[in-house]
């Protein structure tokens, strides 16, 4: 009976779809200023959409071709199905849906949120903190009811129809047919985040290069024909790449959650299903209470702290779902012990489970606060850059590498002390529902993302359109929360992608039908070399993607500054459109090396190696793209807010530098250096580890071990163990019976 | 009766010293110049030997604290032997004394390397290479002779006394004794390549920052204070440190291979023992065709390609050692199947062991040229740094970033397929054979690397002494091949840090008493992320140690132009002392918290969390440091060279630039970023990478599951298999017997 609970879950992605609409009009509904606001809008909403339309051509073909080799794939070993396609080509178009609806309503919110800013703070917050939460919930929501909906279908066809075991082949057979949707997001993810991080940094470093440094006009200026593709990058970038990447760990975590559930054996209400329903019911849950949240986000006058409306509305979100879970572990898992025997099987309790979305959340917090440690104004890394900015270009480098080498080991210890803890709480199943609890809270974690590039837009139209200054100093209190929430928002992002990562990994062993990656074998080790190099030689295409593409963006500004006459002084306008071009392409260009990579790797080395040198090589990739994302995302991160320290003044051995001094200029050298790392290969870490594992995920059954479908280890295998003492020595004598 | 043959070895290590001594007396005899040149170079050899006398002081508190607890730890289980102590001793004097003999001579041959290019270049050759063959014959002869007679004492004391078993728990310990030498070593190594680097960079730096910069005067120019500081770095960094770093590697890679080879069962006529002596005797050998090949090291006139010259000393030392080694593992290994049965256990035949030797040789070879490829001139790498550097400071670094990670890509893959070849062709005997291959030629290997510095130091003696220009010239074309020789050299030193401590590995797991690393476990795949994380903090403290002290030495730098009048018109000599005892102290003080990681994080972690978690630790730490190495060496060479460039004048989009440009400005930014990456943290991977397998070695037997002394797998473990057929399914049936 309790089995139709399973129900529940879409019910909750479909309120957080409504929640979503009604936000999103009460949006629109706000006055978007005067015509020439809305003409510069109008351009941002065009440059975002064309880069849209030109990013789905794209994936279109991409879609199709990969959705007939896994149709054709799926037929051909026992148990799989060529279904998965179909999930596929959802989890892409809903991802790519997402991607939209963030960046349609972030597009609107921006100059809303500008017209807002005339009258007072408050409203300015009120319009930017609900767009972004249009784009948390709508992903959220699109996420929980596109997992909750395709898995009773495929429940229901692969286990109810067929009388299958729910532990076994035909339940496996459903959530691996599951993962399709899961690819789906992920491949769109990389286009997103790649591409968009190429994008918002070639129309960045090109507007400033020949804007600021050459023509000497500011940032925002309405004559820098790059200015409108570098409003176009925030939104690209920093709303549709972070919303596609945080759905792709959000569904990707819920999925590992789920194929590590089957596994266990559970004497429970819902037909023994609790386990694999639990991680779609704590997602649906976490959506609900991140809406509830999202109203928290107020302040009541001018002089309150922004920062703080949006930690209590975070804070209470996670507290809820904290809480919450305790009652959902208690009401759905089944008294006594659980067994997942797996990767060193131990037992566990319900209590452990719930233990682990606790260790979940915790993880995800801390990481967010190493990072924004690290990055902070006033603290002791940045001012450390900044005083080694007073001796030159060289030293602020070598100062900015170092502190984002050093930020990278708290949330090593955190990330291997949450492996560890969430390994005791519950085996692996408790490894990935740590990864779920911290995902729980998504719909909020990216609303406040989002606010920040909606803030960052609104006060680049206040510039643009020359409104008064108190106008321009209320969007720059939003711009300045809106940077610090970027940067807790990377550590939350790098570490769900960790975590996510590693619960596919655990998910990968199981399908793959082996039981063990022993690094002790010469060509495991060989795999966890190469892996361990990929995130090297993909940030290296990323960042060098950045270079070319921002040499073009300056040839085209140095162009148009020639051939248009009258620009300089407002009597012609731009070819705005043109440099949106040139980054549009650039980025979808671009982003095709890194991404084949990304495919590419795990597929060749697991077909030509086996299962257990692939899984070598994904824990490479996992470690080394973990400690690559965080050190390039805390030194660009650093680096930023060195360089903005020079704003208000700083203190160098006694002496205030400022803006033009030698000092500040060193300062702006890092900042260059760092927006691609903290906007482009850095974050581009969080989709190439994920990515990977999904892929693994996908061809084990195709690799495992002697070519068979082995679904669980547990299946094929016989283990006696016979315990005799002979001349006061104990003898273990173990009888293993492998079924090939 | 052939077992007589084991004093072969320390006979080869006496006839490499007989030859040094030769050598060294023939160098000293060279006219060492006029009275100016002399007190130069007295200055240099003075400032070498301070720095020295000031590490052995922390060094001998450490010895003896270490020897100590080595001695106390030796007595606590089965098997161990306090004798330890004495061999790490040994160890530790041993590589301090080859550093003392390598400082020694390079400081007379610079000045007299000066004084023979006042007559040709092929005498200043002649002078320059004689003085690193003494240093690379002494090392590799100090090191061979060391191991060798420990070995026999070592042999004789703990098995032929005792009548213990050759494959046995006897010889265990005898080679366990015999790691002690190798701790040693290392140990003494981690301060001289970390504290070396950390001297010749703050130096270096500091003396470009004050005297280039701020005082406009020319490098090596007598009036800077901190010049023979820099001269003194050169010595300390690039011989005392590389010095050691290759002892060390050296030291490994054999005793890796005997500890493996003990594990062999061989039918052969050295009394089973020749799996074990092999690698001492190829080292042996190894080390006389060295000696023979740096004979061929020679020009016959100034037009003569130097570079050339050395690739051929280089290649009829590698080609002798591949040849003899055919004939001798014919000889010395018997015929039929050997059988290592660990780490996923095959068979191989002698001719495999050969071929292991052959594939290290080519992963060494490979290596250096990569490293050469993406650090040279001319060569697409550096030219597109050249080219970034027209559009600033900010591009420079990005393209430098870039090309570093890029440049991991080719050494990685070569090294992962010499794992899995080596492997292949000699199960994990192969890997360690595999990097005592590749090692066998360390002595020319060195030469070649000692030559560098040599010629660098007799180019800064011309500058510093005012001698003709055709002088300078020639001294010019010895330091640009040095140049080259200093990046392969460290393409080789990386390549064998890394199979060295593979090889370390592998003899680690078999003392650990454990059968497989799995990361499959979830506190194995912690120790692997913690792992991997060191490398970033141990490099991350390295740069910025070297960024303080480098301000220490610009303010002293900066005191003493202020306060000594007439300095600037010769009129009063600098103190240089002052500036070689900030840099000595600097280095003695900043190397305390990377040697404390590198020694006591796998201690840590070994007696917490046991040898499997110990033993991803040590995984994530080789692979992360492998790459983080690779990446910052080259970065460095890069930018280096970059730099380098302009002063011939570069081609940038159609137009000539030459130094003093703003894209030459932008070009020193990046070699200052890249001297603390190539000279300082980059070549500290190697030792981190070591030290910690050795350590882990070392603690191995304390650690080991159930506490007890558990040496060898198969002494303990009886595998049997039956293979039976039921309904067509094939059945494998393993009985595993565990005798604990």
């Known amino acids: 009976m309790e089995q139709s609970f399973v129900y529940v879950v879409p019910l909750m992605g479909i309120i957080g779809l409504i929640v979503m609409a009604v936000k999103s009009a009460w949006v629109t509904k706000q006055d978007a200023g005067d015509s020439n606001m809305s003409e510069l809008a109008g351009h941002i909403a065009k440059g975002a959409m064309a880069f849209l339309r030109a990013e789905w051509k794209i994936l279109a073909y991409f879609v199709v071709i990969a959705a007939i080799l896994l149709a054709w794939s799926g037929t051909l070993v026992e148990h799989s199905s060529p279904v998965i396609a179909v999930s596929f080509v959802i989890g892409a178009v809903l991802s790519a849906f997402a991607g939209y609806l963030g960046m349609n309503i972030a597009t609107k919110a921006n100059v809303r949120t500008t017209q807002a800013a005339k009258t007072s703070l408050k409203d300015a917050l009120n319009v930017s903190f609900t767009g972004g939460s249009v784009m948390g919930i709508g992903v959220a929501g699109l996420a929980v009811l596109g997992m909750g909906s395709l898995f009773i279908v495929f429940y229901n066809v692969f286990v109810v129809s067929t009388g299958g075991d729910v532990n076994g082949a035909a339940m496996a057979t459903a959530l691996e047919v599951l993962a399709g949707f899961s690819l789906g997001a992920e491949s769109i993810a990389l286009f997103a985040r790649v591409g968009g991080g190429i994008y918002t ?315 063990s990656i022993d690094i002790y074998k010469a060509d495991v080790l060989a795999g966890l070399f190469v892996g361990a190099m990929i995130p090297f030689i993909f940030s290296s295409l990323a960042i060098a993607a950045v270079g070319r593409a921002a040499m073009d963006m300056v040839n085209e500004v140095r162009r148009q500054f020639r051939e248009i006459p009258g620009i300089m002084e407002y009597k012609a306008k731009p070819e705005y459109e043109k440099c949106v071009e040139i980054s549009t392409k650039a980025s979808i260009r671009e982003m095709v090396m890194p991404g084949a990579i990304a495919l590419l790797a795990p597929m060749i080395v697991g077909f030509a190696f086996g299962p257990e040198v692939l899984g070598g090589l994904l824990a490479g990739i996992t470690v080394s793209g973990v400690l690559m994302g965080i050190f390039q995302n805390n030194a660009g991160g650093a680096w930023d807010n060195a360089k903005k320290s020079f704003e208000k003044g700083v203190e160098i051995n006694g002496k205030m530098e400022f803006k033009g001094s030698d000092a500040h200029k060193a300062s702006v050298t890092g900042d260059t250096v760092g927006d691609p790392f903290k906007d482009t290969s850095g974050p581009s870490m969080n989709i190439l580890i994920k990515l990977t594992s999904i892929v693994a995920l996908i061809i084990a059954p195709h690799i495992s071990d002697g070519g068979s479908h082995t679904h669980a280890s547990k299946e094929n295998v016989d283990i006696k163990k016979e315990v005799t003492y002979e001349d006061g020595k104990k003898v273990e004598k173990v009888t293993v019976t492998v079924n090939k």
Chains 1, 2 share one sequence.
Not at 317 to 332: E, N, P, Q
Not at 371 to 382: L, N
Request: proline residues 3%; negative net charge.
């Open 201 to 515: 940094k070639a129309a960045d470093v090109g507007a400033d290069l020949v804007g600021k440094v050459e023509a000497g006009i500011p940032e925002d200026d309405v004559r820098n024909p790059a200015t409108i593709a570098d409003n176009v990058g925030d939104n690209v970038g920093d709303v549709a790449g972070m919303g596609a990447d945080l759905f792709g760990s959000y569904v990707a975590t819920i999925l590992a959650s789920m194929v590590l559930g089957r596994e266990i054996v559970s004497n429970d209400n819902f037909g023994g299903i609790a386990p694999v329903l639990l991680p779609l019911v704590i997602a649906g849950m976490g959506l609900l209470f991140s809406i509830i949240s999202t109203f928290f986000v107020k302040i009541s006058k001018d002089t309150d702290s922004v920062q703080a409306a949006l930690n209590k509305g975070n804070w209470i979100s996670i507290l809820l779902t904290v809480g919450a879970s305790y009652f959902l572990i208690d009401y759905m898992l089944p008294e006594g012990e659980l067994v997942l025997s797996r990767g060193g099987s131990i037992a566990f309790t319900k209590m452990g489970v719930f233990g682990a979305v606790v260790i979940g959340l915790i993880v995800g917090a801390l990481m967010s606060a190493v990072t924004e440690y690290y990055t902070a104004m006033g603290k002791r890394p940045v001012n450390s850059i900044i005083k080694q900015s007073s001796t030159g270009h060289a030293t602020n480098i070598i100062g900015g590498l170092s502190i984002g080498m050093e930020s990278t080991v708290i949330p090593i210890l955190v990330l291997a002390a949450g492996i560890y803890g969430s390994f005791l709480a519950a085996g692996l199943y408790g490894v990935a529902i740590a990864a779920a609890g911290m995902m729980a809270t998504t719909a909020m974690q990216l609303a406040i993302d989002a606010f920040g590039p909606i803030a960052d837009n609104a006060g680049g139209i206040a510039e643009m359109s020359g409104l008064p200054k108190e106008v321009r100093e209320r969007t720059d209190i939003l711009d300045a929360v809106g940077n610090t929430t970027a940067a807790t928002g990377k550590g939350f992002a790098i570490a769900s992608a960790a975590l996510t990562a590693l619960a596919l990994f655990a998910a990968y062993v199981g399908l793959a039908g082996i039981n």
